[in-house]
Each structure stands twice: as C-alpha cells, then as structure tokens.
C-alpha cells in the first residue's frame, strides 16, 4: 500500500492554474461536458483546500 501526505494549498495552487487553462482551451474548442468536469474538479479542489485552511471545524450535532 502507498502512503499519501496530504497535500498543501500551496502545492495545489498550480494545479489549479494548469487546470483553469485547460477549462480555457476547452471551453474555446466547444467541449462543453469536458470543460464542466474540469471546472468541477476546480471547484472541489478549492473548496477542499479552503476548508483545510480554516482548520478543524466542530462536528455538527446529530440531526442539526
């Protein structure tokens, strides 16, 4: 089995970039299904590490 560190914000920022021109150049040619896979991907990625830059949050109470 592989063990995976957690990545950093920092190291996903060029992902992201490299990501968002990709959406661009698909977007240009038309590949419509394509671009909202990328842009999802984008999007999780940045809610993923904005939320591990706020840091831990409290677990929520049963049924709130």
């Known amino acids: 089995m592989t063990a995976h560190k957690t990545a950093t914000a920092a190291e996903v920022a060029p992902i992201i970039l490299t990501l968002e021109a990709q959406l661009s150049h698909l977007d240009r040619l038309g590949a419509f299904i394509a671009a909202a896979h990328v842009d999802a ?16 949050k409290p677990p929520k109470p049963p049924y709130a």
């Open 41 to 56: 991907a984008i999007n999780k990625l940045r809610q993923d590490f904005a939320a591990s830059e706020e840091g831990p």
